[in-house]
Nanobody, 121 residues
Framework: QVQLVESGGGLVQAGGSLRLSCAAS????????MGWFRQAPGKEREFVAV????????LYADSVKGRFTISRENTKNTGYLQMNSLKPEDTAVYYC????WGLGERSYQYWGQGTQVTVSS
């Protein structure tokens, strides 16, 4: 089992930045790819970004490309999502996940509880 806990969410004005963290415990975090997903009110959860177990092979959703950066520090069992130039449409609950590299939720075995990000206009 891998336990994941997200933090760093909050309320920010449009154009601002937030850095989300994903702290892992339990089984070795570095054995898994890491993904970030988000779910806005009334919408399905959607893919945001993914990196492989070494922090490479990175892919972003088109909606966040050039604004968000995924990274990880395996020595600290922590992953990150740096979010810049935030827009109101980025408002959502953000989830980190660990598992196999992929864009779909089914690739991931372990999920955090989510952290709320709200971007005001």
């Amino acid at each position: 089992q891998v336990q994941l806990v997200e933090s760093g969410g909050g309320l920010v004005q449009a154009g601002g930045s937030l850095r989300l963290s994903c702290a892992a415990s339990g089984r070795t975090f570095s054995n898994y790819a890491m993904g970030w997903f988000r779910q806005a009110p009334g919408k399905e959860r959607e893919f945001v970004a993914v990196c492989d177990l070494n922090g490479g092979n990175i892919l972003y959703a088109d909606s966040v490309k050039g604004r968000f950066t995924i990274s990880r520090e395996n020595t600290k069992n922590t992953g990150y999502l740096q979010m810049n130039s935030l827009k109101p449409e980025d408002t959502a609950v953000y989830y980190c996940a660990a598992g196999l590299w992929g864009l779909g939720e089914r690739s991931y075995q372990y999920w955090g509880q989510g952290t709320q990000v709200t971007v005001s206009s």
